[in-house]
């Protein structure tokens, strides 16, 4: 009940409050990790994410901790959030905003995924074709092009 109506407060807020908020404890710069994280369907896993805007459906991954490097942090955030190890970790690219940092890898699932934190609602792995339509159309882009490219290396 509490989570929904966080959920709630924190998606109405505006954008720069909500960015205000998350910086408020980051005072120099934010750094985020994620991952698009595919099983042996070659199916990707998304979060349903209580504070997302928009469907809440995406990526999984969060913020690092101070002195944390970027895999470790990644593997932390995907364990705490669906109980999943990973294989095959590979950085696919980075970014910035900003005061933010992203780094983006690709990995392969390993154990069966359940939800496992206050921020996720739920988890569910999806076909190319099945990607929920109001995700973020970044996060949905990102995901096409991993799963075409899992495809085609199966064809070859």
Do not use: C
């Not at 005072?27 to 809440?56: C, K």
């Not at 593997?75 to 983006?104: F, K, P, S, W, Y």
């Not at 690709?106 to 995700?135: C, H, L, Y």
Request: hydrophobic letters at 40%; charged letters at 30%.
């Amino acid at each position: 009940m509490l989570k929904k109506i966080v959920g709630i407060i924190w998606k109405k807020m505006p954008y720069l409050m909500r960015r205000q908020i998350i910086r408020t404890s980051q005072t120099a710069f934010t750094v985020s990790v994620a991952a698009i994280i595919t099983n042996d369907e070659n199916q990707v896993l998304l979060l349903d994410h209580v504070l997302r805007i928009g469907s809440g459906w995406g990526i999984p991954g969060g913020f690092i901790k101070r002195g944390e490097q970027l895999e470790e942090g990644l593997r932390r955030e995907i364990r705490e959030e669906t109980g999943l190890e990973l294989e095959n970790v590979n950085i696919l690219r980075t970014r910035t905003a900003d005061r933010h940092i992203e780094a983006l890898f690709t990995a392969a699932a390993k154990g069966k995924a359940q939800v496992k934190s206050r921020e996720i609602r739920e988890v569910k792995w999806f076909t190319d074709e099945k990607i929920p339509k109001n995700m973020s159309s970044l996060h949905k882009a990102i995901v096409k092009n991993i799963l075409q490219s899992l495809e085609k290396n199966e064809e070859n």
